[in-house]
């Protein structure tokens, strides 16, 4: 074979090469779930996130990063290596030992940053969770973060969480935070502390009952004490209004008085033997000395009064 024709025949098969090259890393297709990255000479040029056929200059001049659009989850808490199950412990505000397990939805919203700004992200990501979790269980109690505290947890967990993403800035977001489980160490503790919460429950039950009857009687005294301001404030006007009229039929006597004074005396000693002698016993006495002697007329008035009745009963 001459040089010649080696010659061609590399030539041709170089050829071949180059335009394989060309014609299978000229295109790339982008799935819905995904989104790319489209680098020139490594450097990221451009971000594709409509899903297809797409096409780009050849390798070695452009190449694509593939990475998923959709919600990512990240598991933190107990998980099993080497066939032994590893805990996950922190130590509560007030120096009890807690696992807790918690669930991170993140999503990759700046696939640039996410590739170039750190070299491993996700390890970021659990490290950074780590740390907002342990801090936030450090500076609460073990009631809140094991009965109705969890919520509020969870809400200062993804603050702290986003915080510190944005500080690193890796091209991650956070979604949401799922406090799933948090638990005591070992059976012995939960009894204790399930004893306690028992303990609290009944507590608090007989202090609502307490608080129900002091109402309850408050009320009750409360209304009692109304009827009884009630009485006093109706006696109060009824004395208020009999004086008034004493005072009126006092004033219109006096004017009387100052008129006619020996007739008005005359009048009021009639009218206040009137109201006094009805009700009196009158006796007509007969004084000789040591021997009193006394005619009875209430007697014989009613003795003379009951053969009357009896007599306009016989003629009925």
Known sequence: MSL??????????????????????????????D?????????????????GLHFKLPWPIQNVEKLARETLKLDFGYKE???????????????NIVLADLVVQWKITDPKKYLFNSEKPQEILYDATSASLRSIIGSSKIDDALTSGKAEIEAEVRDL????????????SILAVNLKDVELPNQEVR???????????????????????????????????????????????ARLQSARGDV???????????KNPEITRERLVLETLEQVLPGA??????DDGNTLKYFPIRPLEKEQAKPSNEEGGKKE
């Open 4 to 33: 010649k024709r080696v010659y061609t025949v590399t030539g041709l098969i170089i050829a071949i090469i180059v335009l394989s090259v060309v014609v299978f890393t000229s295109w790339y297709t982008v799935d819905e779930s």
């Open 35 to 51: 989104q790319a990255v489209i680098m020139t000479f490594g450097k990221a040029d451009e971000t594709i996130t409509e899903p």
């Open 81 to 95: 290596e080497n066939g032994k199950m590893n805990e996950t412990k922190m130590i509560t505000g007030d120096e």
């Open 161 to 172: 969480l986003t915080t510190l993403l944005e500080k690193y800035d890796i091209g991650i």
């Open 191 to 237: 009894s204790a502390f399930t004893a306690v919460t028992d303990a609290r429950e009944t507590m608090n039950t007989k202090i609502n009952e307490a608080k129900k009857y002091e109402n309850k009687r408050m009320n009750e005294a409360e209304g009692e004490k109304a009827a009884i301001n009630s009485k006093a404030l109706g006696e109060k006007e």
């Open 248 to 258: 009126a039929v006092f004033n219109k006597l006096y004017e009387q008085y100052k």
């Open 281 to 286: 016993e009158i006796y007509i006495m007969n």
